[in-house]
């Protein structure tokens, strides 16, 4: 057979708690296994050998397959291996703290060929490098590049972020009003738009959705700082998992930048439309704008959701038209409470 008699197979072996890998040649297991053991100095008897990549056991008839320079793992007797997941697993258990564990997240990292395998390290090296609890730019530095000055705190930043996503969905608002003819229903939009944007100073542009010193509901993280995906517009919950701690590191800041607020029923193509329809042959006075605000600027309507999960096709939701005015009793009541003051007057 060629497993037993053939040329030398190159091959990379290392142990189950030692991220280095050696280089062996080798005709055959037995062979692999008497230098392995003598190399890596673990006993001879009941030694086996694992691909590193999944953990299926490498035969004397599987052994000729094995590209040259393939991963293994060589195990003793009781040891187990059940790929990369595994190699993860023992490098968590290992009792590292801070940079330790990192650097060695980091030389798995750089050893590895996989795709998904790397995939796996990164995002893994991603999360150890937690710098969440900081929260000062004196605490934190490498947090605050590229970021104005005038923020001293991560949640200050964090919270005025959310503000300007919040002031550009009123910038949209108001720039509406260019495209309406009717002079009489433009000076009505006006009216409710400086109405939308009373309620929006009032509610300080609810910026606290990203800021963690805020109470619950308020926020729309945990007090660490982990956000996490909404979902898209038609699902009740997030299919991936999708979650970020902005707060944790510099490239976790710039990942959260490109989640979106998104809109349930569309902003554009669904509610600042359906205000203008509802101001052409009403009063703003009339036109419930409690309504109009929820689904423009808060929860009620906004789903925070990871790039992936933004669907930009058209939502084909509309806004419900039973709720788009005042009621009668609330406009009897806008009515009567006028007239007292008249009288008071």
Same mark, same amino acid.
């Given at each position: 057979?060629?497993?037993?008699?053939?040329?030398?197979?190159?091959?990379?072996?290392?142990?189950?708690?030692?991220?280095?890998?050696?280089?062996?040649?080798?005709?055959?297991?037995?062979?692999?296994?008497?230098?392995?053991?003598?190399?890596?100095?673990?006993?001879?008897?009941?030694?086996?050998?694992?691909?590193?990549?999944?953990?299926?056991?490498?035969?004397?008839?599987?052994?000729?397959?094995?590209?040259?320079?393939?991963?293994?793992?060589?195990?003793?007797?009781?040891?187990?291996?059940?790929?990369?997941?595994?190699?993860?697993?023992?490098?968590?258990?290992?009792?590292?703290?801070?940079?330790?564990?990192?650097?060695?997240?980091?030389?798995?990292?750089?050893?590895?060929?996989?795709?998904?395998?790397?995939?796996?390290?990164?995002?893994?090296?991603?999360?150890?490098?937690?710098?969440?609890?900081?929260?000062?730019?004196?605490?934190?530095?490498?947090?605050?590049?590229?970021?104005?000055?005038?923020?001293?705190?991560?949640?200050?930043?964090?919270?005025?972020?959310?503000?300007?996503?919040?002031?550009?969905?009123?910038?949209?608002?108001?720039?509406?009003?260019?495209?309406?003819?009717?002079?009489?229903? /433009?000076?009505?939009?006006?009216? $409710?738009? *400086?109405?939308? #944007?009373?309620?929006? +100073?009032? =509610?300080?542009? !609810?910026?606290? &959705?990203?800021?963690?010193?805020?109470?619950?509901?308020?926020?729309?993280?945990?007090?660490?700082?982990?956000?996490?995906?909404?979902?898209?517009?038609?699902?009740?919950?997030?299919?991936?998992?999708?979650?970020?701690?902005?707060?944790?590191?510099?490239?976790?800041?710039?990942?959260?930048?490109?989640?979106?607020?998104?809109?349930?029923?569309?902003? /554009?193509?669904?509610?600042?439309? $359906?205000? *203008?329809?509802? #101001?052409?042959?009403? +009063?703003? =006075?009339?036109? !419930?704008?409690? &309504?109009?605000?929820?689904?423009?600027?808060?929860?009620?309507?906004?789903?925070?959701?990871?790039?992936?999960?933004?669907?930009?096709?058209?939502?084909?939701?509309?806004?419900?038209?039973?709720?788009?005015?005042?009621?009668?009793?609330?406009?009897?009541?806008?009515?009567?409470?006028?007239?007292?003051?008249?009288?008071?007057?």
């Amino acid at each position: 057979m060629f497993g037993l008699f053939g040329k030398n197979k190159p091959v990379k072996i290392r142990g189950v708690d030692d991220n280095r890998k050696y280089g062996v040649a080798a005709k055959n297991v037995k062979e692999l296994l008497k230098k392995g053991c003598k190399l890596l100095k673990l006993p001879l008897p009941g030694a086996h050998v694992c691909l590193y990549a999944d953990g299926t056991k490498v035969t004397e008839e599987f052994f000729p397959s094995l590209p040259d320079n393939a991963d293994v793992v060589l195990l003793s007797r009781d040891q187990t291996w059940s790929g990369v997941a595994c190699d993860i697993s023992q490098l968590l258990m290992v009792d590292r703290h801070g940079d330790g564990l990192i650097e060695a997240a980091q030389g798995l990292l750089t050893d590895e060929l996989s795709p998904k395998r790397r995939k796996i390290l990164a995002d893994l090296l991603l999360n150890l490098e937690d710098r969440s609890e900081l929260e000062s730019r004196e605490e934190d530095e490498e947090w605050f590049k590229g970021v104005d000055a005038r923020f001293k705190t991560k949640s200050a930043y964090m919270k005025s972020n959310c503000e300007s996503r919040i002031r550009g969905y009123m910038k949209e608002v108001d720039d509406a009003t260019k495209t309406i003819q009717k002079a009489k229903v /433009r000076a009505e939009y006006l009216k $409710a738009s *400086q109405c939308l #944007l009373e309620m929006l +100073k009032t =509610a300080r542009y !609810n910026g606290c &959705y990203f800021d963690r010193t805020k109470k619950e509901p308020d926020r729309l993280c945990t007090q660490e700082g982990w956000f996490t995906c909404q979902g898209s517009f038609d699902q009740q919950a997030c299919q991936s998992f999708h979650s970020v701690n902005p707060y944790s590191s510099r490239e976790s800041r710039i990942v959260f930048s490109t989640w979106n607020l998104d809109h349930r029923i569309e902003k /554009r193509r669904a509610v600042i439309p $359906a205000l *203008q329809e509802a #101001l052409q042959n009403h +009063k703003s =006075a009339d036109v !419930n704008l409690n &309504y109009f605000y929820g689904l423009l600027f808060t929860r009620e309507n906004l789903k925070l959701v990871h790039i992936v999960c933004h669907k930009k096709g058209a939502h084909n939701l509309l806004c419900d038209t039973k709720k788009m005015f005042r009621r009668a009793g609330d406009a009897n009541k806008g009515k009567q409470d006028k007239g007292k003051r008249r009288r008071l007057i």
